[in-house]
């Protein structure tokens, strides 16, 4: 695994664990680590967030699943995907992030928690630094076009 890949697969675990701690929220016994990170974002700690709406554990339960099963997905094409076909990988993969991107951002923005910008902008890096040279070298050696 080359050092691009690395750090793709590192970002799309990240996704996943981070998926898992959302899901947590579904249910009011493991509410606690979700309810948690979203005080931490929601800055200071007041312990004002509980996430104890029926609301919030279905949003949790659906948001963590979508999660999960994105970081699979960019997990897998950051293998697989990038040696069979790293032109539409690399397409698929930047569409999909940066679609991500602005969405939470400008809605984190219009809720009130621009704090949350700082994470969105860590995973955003380790989701589309890789491909700056790690794609560029693929498409080369492929001759694929973009």
């Known amino acids: 695994m080359n050092p691009q890949e690395f750090v793709l697969k590192l970002g799309a675990a990240l996704v996943v664990v981070f998926g898992v701690v959302v899901w947590l929220g579904s249910n009011p016994a493991t ?9 931490l974002i929601f800055w200071p700690l007041d312990g004002l967030q509980t996430s104890t709406t ?4 279905l949003l949790s339960a659906i948001g963590g699943g979508i999660m999960v099963g994105w970081g699979l997905m960019l997990w897998a094409l950051a293998g697989e995907g990038s040696r069979v ?7 698929t993969i930047l569409t999909s ?3 991500w991107s602005l969405v939470d951002s400008l809605g984190s923005v219009l809720a009130g928690v621009p704090l949350n910008l700082i994470g969105n902008l860590v995973f955003l890096g380790l989701l ?3 491909f700056t040279r ?6 080369a050696a ?5």
């Not at 509410?31 to 005080?39: E, H, K, Q, T």
């Not at 076909?85 to 397409?91: E, H, I, W």
């Not at 492929?142 to 973009?146: A, C, D, L, M, Y």
């Open 54 to 57: 029926q609301e919030a554990h």
């Open 85 to 91: 076909a790293p032109a539409f990988t690399r397409r």
């Open 97 to 99: 992030v940066w679609a």
């Open 128 to 130: 589309t630094l890789p």
């Open 134 to 139: 790690f794609f560029e070298t693929q498409r």
């Open 142 to 146: 492929t001759s694929e076009p973009r």
């Open 31 to 39: 509410v606690g680590l979700p309810a948690f990170f979203g005080d």
